[in-house]
């Protein structure tokens, strides 16, 4: 789980360093840069994990570095801890001002106090504990696969880490999966058979499908079932609906939207193996309001199933309603720059004493930054 | 010195409200007793302060009480509704209703509130001092009303019933609430509203002096009494 992420001069972020819990939701007006952070994290999964960016408007680099600074180093920070090990990791990572194909400027990985490498300008600074020293430069955190625990922090910074940004046409007819590359469910659901298939053939815990199944009855309590139509080789999802004695089978793909885009929520919440950390942008587009419940009970209870830290962006003032204080992060612009952190203590204050409901910082009372309090005229 | 925090009905005026508040405590030379809160309270809306006997109202005002060194409430509301909790609207009553209910929140005991309704819309003031605005391009360069353009009637208060879609009709770009209202508030020369029988901006400009007034003397008022 991420529990500290800084980033340096990635668009508008240009040195925000958030805080995140089990569930942190990110609320703002449009523009204020949440989806930049969000987008932050996926960059570096992607550079770590492919190389490149897997998201076409991330892929030119000069558009990502803040437009008051095109010639800058840019810097990621996590200080992240892993089910099973006892101190929190710590990877730092430097772009140069010329690219990532370029190499890394510098890149450090701590557990603890330990330091497993240190590399600055080319040079190591503590050399990985190896016979065989790789080449310093390129990024070295993907490339000591005899040393567990660096495996274990490069996993969950590349293949732990799911970014969802559902279309609207998610698991529909006209729906094509593009991106490949990192396990799990793709960041676009494209291959939601195999993460089906990966859920159906599981054995140790067969209560997976069956809260699937659950959840959406509670959605449309004509589900019956959602299953493959082949185990083996698997073109469809059925969605079988109970009426009477009566079962109508339906083709995934034939459901509404909406069914569909809080389908694909769940395969991410549920997939096997688990995400460490899962991100997703505005969950409740095309989602029936009143199903929103719902889709904040599964976000919250994931962490404590061991099924991955949550992070999402809203502007909804009904998902929010369900979210605490302290799980709520204010984003705002501060000039060109991002600033994120936690909402202002008169703020939270409120929300304890029930004088403001957590939605109603989208509307009411929009969230501010603990440290900013109003200005003065 | 003691904050000023303003409850304002839509984004429009969450925007505008503070700018034309902001104006007038200049011309009271008020900045001596308070600052103004830059965050206004966005509520909806007459009919959602009621809502559930007053609680929204209510909880609202303790969510204010919160910010620190609070000195006194606004509220800014559009008046023109038809009716209201079954009853015909009149601003007066629902004011002073308004004023009652907040004492339940300890208001005029630790802070003062004041209640005023635009009559019927805030644009209905920018109307009132539209021959102000004619011509004058707004502050992001686009052009704003249309040289020429006089008020609707003699008596702004009641007319136009619909004030945004009357300046939507004169603005050379349009009016867009959110986009434009600041930018009005701005350049409107106040004068010509009040040599104009807008009761309702006198209204606002009492309810502004009392509230410095108060703090002045360091005591708490609810208003209307």
Known sequence: MIRRFRVQNFKSLEDTSVDLGDVTVLVGRSGTGKTNFVNALGYLRDYLSLGNPQNPELQDWRRLLPATKPKCHMSFELEFDVKGIQEPFTYCVTLPQAGPGHGVTSESLRLGDRTFFAQVEGKWEVEPPLVAVPQPRLPAIGRIPSISEVVIAYTALTSGIGCYDFPGTVLGPVHQGTRQGISGLNDDAGNYLQTLKDIVKNLQDLNVRKSITATLQRLNPSVSAVELDSIQQPQAVVVGHKFDERTLELKLTQESGGFRRFYAHLLALYQLPPKQTLVFEEPENGIYPGALALLAEEFKAAPSAGRGQV??????PRLLDHFSAEEIRAVVLDGFQTRIGRISREQQEALKEQLLEPGELLTVDPARIEDTESANA | MKRLVLFVEGDGDASAVPVLVRRLLTELNAWDSLFLDLNPFVVGGV????????????????????????????????????????????????????AQQSKRARAGDLFSVATVFACQEYESWLIAGVESLCGKPL?????????????PGQNLELAPRDAKGWLKRVMESGYNPVRDSALLTEIVDFELIRNRPMRSFRRLESALSTIVGALRNQSHVVSPG
């Open chain 2, 47 to 98: 009919n959602r302060l009621f809502k559930d006997d007053s609680g929204n109202w209510l909880r609202w005002l303790g969510a204010a009480a919160k910010r620190g060194s609070i000195g006194a409430v606004l509220v800014v509301l559009d008046g023109d509704l038809r009716r209201i909790r079954g009853k015909p609207f009149c601003a007066a009553n629902v004011a002073r209703e308004l």
């Open chain 2, 139 to 151: 502050k992001d360069g686009r052009p704003g009303v249309r040289p020429g353009t006089q008020p």
């Open chain 1, 311 to 316: 992070i999402l962006t809203t502007h909804s």
